[in-house]
């Protein structure tokens, strides 16, 4: 954090200095860690989800997901918070990756903020999870599933996928916004003569369309759905996260169906199910 | 894309040559992380067979189990208490159960005893659990006899032992006629231990219980669901205390892969001083040791992995069986059914690599950094 | 090619230790010649190649390569800048052990993402130039000392590069291992490719394949065209 805000106050890439040579090289740190960081959220917004799902049938009501992350208060903050990570940290790697196109870095000080923004919500999600994993105690009585999903069409699934994507669909075009605009001031106060006129200024080789190329790039980025999320269309993005396997996951978990496969299994073992569901055994290999 | 791929394929070149290079300092690392692999990777193989085991055996077992309290205790039901219950809806079938324990001074284990109708075990004949079988030397056909607990010596024929499939449940079971059950513990006529409902829609249990608990207020209603609940929490709580002793080990790793990562030799940071003079980049080294790290946790994993299903499916868990499922004296001896389970695989890879990554990372990039220019001043 | 102006460079800036290597320099390197660098040790010949060849950058000054400012460029663009223009040869030759002489001469292929087969191809070519084709299966540390320079030079010709950039080339060879490499070097003029190194050694530095001899001193400089230091020498100057 406070070199991050050394960054933002001393940087200077004409310079050759031992500390400019430092910050540019915390960079590849940076971008190292942020790239684990980006997976790392990835797989564990994945296996958040489908082992909340999974982990329903220890909490009484909770038959899926919603119910696992309705066990205490910090289920679904939690999550929100690691989709806010995962976005973050998407964006983060984005502008880096523009960034370092350009050999003047034009970005650097709108990714050293942003990373600023980042640690504290890192953190934040941490916590949070922290406290959820924590507060975490098997059957603990749960608003059911059943009222969850009851009545109208209005449903959970419904209303998250309407609603909690929006914030972090918010903060990362919010910031795109950000970050072209910063870019382009950045660009015209380099370079006023070419942002004046097309002649093309030489009065250094650094200035020559490279403010012009990293925009460029960063467009092509808003538009080509590889390096973050296809992200346009709100829903595609939707799909895409963890959000998609929370849904899939309700809609088939929706109700249980009740032993089938189980009791298929279990009719050809003929005298042990009988005797199991007594309390004996329990009591055998409970104590 | 296509300079891209060949580009990785270079970086993965170079570091197998590296790997062979250095070959018994990575052994030993993968070694070290091979066998925290399969120690995580057998206790969740474990438990997760175990599980299915659980509530394989669960699912043909009635939806409620009906007990009757007195004084807050669980009590005989008595005669008439069936009929009161009356017709709920929803409730397939009721009756009565009758089980209870036995105390074999000869093994000293308790046996439980369940009475069953007459059509599956005849009267002076009993069908005995596997282990009990293993226990006492008994095969079919054998008599065994059994003194009860007001001093009689019954005597009966085993007519057949339990099929071995859910050993864990049925280890120390002994079925018998109802006539010989109420003969041999003189259980009171009329009475039984509990009441068994089976329920054909799982959500209408609920409702079932909760009219139960309306119509026979000193009713205790004890659902299959909970049941199966309660196995998943006996099983994870288990997990949970070896979980807790294997951090220890996990940190240890950390340690370890932190101290080679980072105790790079004098001889690697030469290695890197060149590349980066001969035109590789910060990001190329990283890459590549991004590739070593991948490599080296990927084939822990596997090995570690199969190490694991090898000897949970194949050598009956050995190294765990003890401490899992606790001292019993009759210890149930069974093959577990292979079960693996992509979500578990995932999330056990994402726990024995993140660490490992999480300390290498900074290490990596400290050694990415060297000046390319070291190598002109050596 | 390469023109330096005001350039300084000082190590372990703003720290007590601070030194100053080099304290304005400016030079202009022509294309297609050999230039030797020569001067006491300490005089910062060493420091003058890693900030030409793009393995370092100047406190302050500018350099100037084909024309394009580098002084100010991130390492990352340096890189590709030496990648695809220099190719380096170092005293202590720096192969990499364990690796076979061939695997040793493609490593600076490798971030180019050029397939493997073609660099192959490219290495072997040059091995057969510099008559080492029968050693390219060895493994480095079994080379003399005469192959390993050789496995060096390959090395730094893979990339065909425009500038060859050598350290104290010689400093490890014995006087007719110096003059087969004098004659190397002659090969490379030949080809059109531009030559900077530092040298001791008066068999190098007043050799014939030399066209142009810079003198440094501490901390100071002086550059010297070559009649000044001996006149039996032709040159163009
Ligand atoms: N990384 C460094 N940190 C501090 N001082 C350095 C560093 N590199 C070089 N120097 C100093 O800079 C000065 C110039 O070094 P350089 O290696 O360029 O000399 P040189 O002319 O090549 O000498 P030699 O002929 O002995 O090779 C020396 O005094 C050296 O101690
Ligand atoms: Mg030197």
Redesign the interface.
Known sequence: MPFAVQVIRHWDIRSGSERQLDFE?RT??F???LT?VFV?QL??L??FV??AD?LS????GAMCAVGTLNVNDFGFPSLISQMVVFFLAAMWLAINHVDTRAPDYPLVKIKYGLLILLLPVMALSFWLELQYFLGLK??VITSCC?SLFSGDAKTIAGEASGMEPKPALFLFYGALTAVIGGALWHWKKACPAQWLSTRRGQRNGLCRGDHRRAVLHFALHIRAPAPPLPLLHPQAGIRLSGLLALFAALRRHR?????G???A???G??????????????G???? | M???L??Q???I??TL??LA?RKTKNLGLLLAYAVLVFVLASLALFTQALRTE??????????V?L?RMVAGR?DLIPPGYIEKIGRIRGVQKQEG?L?G?YYDPVVNA?Y?F?A?PAD?VASGSI?VGATLARARGLAAGNVISFRSYSGKLFAFKVSAV??P??E???A??V?LSEADFRAFFEYPAGHY??I?LSVA???EVRKVAEKLSTTLPDSRP?L???????????F?WREGIMLTVLAGAILAFAILSWEKASGLSA?EK??I????????????V?RMKMWEGLLISLTAFLLGFIAAYVHVFYFGAAVFEPVL??W?VLYPRFALVPTVDG?QI??LF?FTI?PY??AV??P??RA??T???S???? | MIELSQIKKAFNQGQPNEYWALNGIDLTLEAGKVTAFRGPSGSGK?TL??LVGC??RPTSGRVRFKGQDISGLP??FL??I??QSFG?I???F??????TAL?NVI??????????AELITAAEEIFEQLKLSHRRTAKVEWLSGGEQQRVAIA?ALI?NPEVIIA?EPTANLDTALSREFMAILEGFTAEGKTVLLTSHDPLVVESDAVHRVIGMRMAVWSTTKKPCFSSQQSSPY
């Open positions: 090289r590849y740190l971008s190292t860690l684990f790392i797989a564990a994945l296996l489908f082992n999974r049938a220890m909490f009484v098997a059957n059943g109700c249980r169906a009740g032993g496969r189980g009791a299994v279990c009719a073992r003929q005298s042990a199910p009988d005797h199991s569901a007594s309390f004996s055994p329990l055998r290999i409970g104590g | 296509n300079v891209w060949e580009k394929r270079h970086l070149d170079f040559a590296s290079r659980a509530s394989f055996v669960l699912a043909g077992s009635p939806e189990i007990q669980h159960r089980w324990y308790n439980t369940m069953r599956e069908m339990l099929s499939d859910a864990l449940l049925s120390d079971l079925l231990t509990d068994a829609n799982p959500q004890i299959r669901e909970e049941v199966l609940r309660t196995y998943q929490s006996v994870d001889e030469r290695e001083g060149i590349l980066k003079a001969i035109g590789w980049e910060t990001s190329d990283i499922k606790g019993a979500l995932a999330t994402f993140f990554t999480a990372l900074v990596i990039w990415a950094i000046d390319p220019d190598v002109m001043r050596a | 060493t190649l890693t393995l370092s390492e990352r890189t590709e030496r990648r380096f170092f005293q202590q720096n192969l990499i052990k364990g690796l695997e490593l600076p292929g490798f971030p180019t993402g050029r397939p493997r090395r990339n350290d």
